[in-house]
């Protein structure tokens, strides 16, 4: 019979949950459950995501630096310490104007 470990909470920073990546974007995922996932995301400067929809709510939560999403024709410039929720469907993109680092949180619906 295989045991299973179990979790065992510890603290991070959220800046550190990911590292940069000259000219690139990198992701690590946090939680990914039936229920949601949670996505920590580096974005080199003027890297970002194409125009795509999600199936899912999501939220953004900006860790460091600034970018710019653009969220169903609309632009919102977001900086460290702000967040911005995109509804499931909405085509949305993401440029980084600096450095920028973010957590991703999709709620699945049931």
Excluded: C, W
């Amino acid at each position: 019979m295989t045991s299973v470990k179990p979790i065992v909470p510890q603290p991070k920073k959220l800046k550190e949950l990911v590292d940069y990546q000259d000219g690139a974007v990198v992701s690590r995922s946090i939680v990914d459950t039936d229920s949601g996932t949670v996505t920590a995301f580096a974005f080199d400067e003027n890297q970002g995501l194409s125009e795509h929809a999600a199936a899912y709510d999501a939220l953004v939560v900006v860790v460091d630096g600034k970018v710019d999403i653009r969220i169903s024709g609309n632009l919102f410039h977001l900086e460290e310490g702000q967040a911005i929720t995109m509804p499931a469907n909405a085509p949305h993109a993401v440029k980084a104007v600096t450095r920028f680092k973010m957590l991703l949180v999709m709620i699945r619906a049931k």
